[in-house]
Nanobody, 127 residues
Framework: LVQLVESGGGSAQAGGSLRLSCVVS????????MGWFRQTPDKEREGVAR????????SYADSVKGRFPISQDTAKNALYLQMNSLKPEDTAMYYC????????????????????WGQGTQVTVSS
């Protein structure tokens, strides 16, 4: 059973920071694609940042590039998203995602193809 458990969401002022964490259990592949997606009630789920387990492939949405570095601790099976210089438009439900196909870390995000999801954590940024 694969489980992804997120933590670290909450409220912040514009310009502030938050750090999201995700602990993954049950993944058996040697090189997976791990990532963060976000969604608001009026939009489709969009990719924020992705990283392959071996660290070779890292990709970001243009809207967060330079602000939201993604990182991982493979020894702890943990994935992180450091959210800096937050903007009100970053307000969304953030989801941790995992898939055994590392190539999903390349190209455009394809949330419909991702196999495993966390329950989501809300991030709210006020101006």
């Amino acid at each position: 059973l694969v489980q992804l458990v997120e933590s670290g969401g909450g409220s912040a002022q514009a310009g502030g920071s938050l750090r999201l964490s995700c602990v993954v259990s049950g993944m058996t592949g040697s090189n997976n694609c791990m990532g963060w997606f976000r969604q608001t009630p009026d939009k489709e789920r969009e990719g924020v940042a992705r990283i392959s387990t071996d660290g070779r492939w890292v990709s970001y949405a243009d809207s967060v590039k330079g602000r939201f570095p993604i990182s991982q601790d493979t020894a702890k099976n943990a994935l992180y998203l450091q959210m800096n210089s937050l903007k009100p438009e970053d307000t969304a439900m953030y989801y941790c995602a995992a898939d055994p196909r590392s190539w999903l870390c390349l190209g455009e995000p394809r949330p419909s193809m991702v196999e495993f999801w966390g329950q989501g954590t809300q991030v709210t940024v006020s101006s």
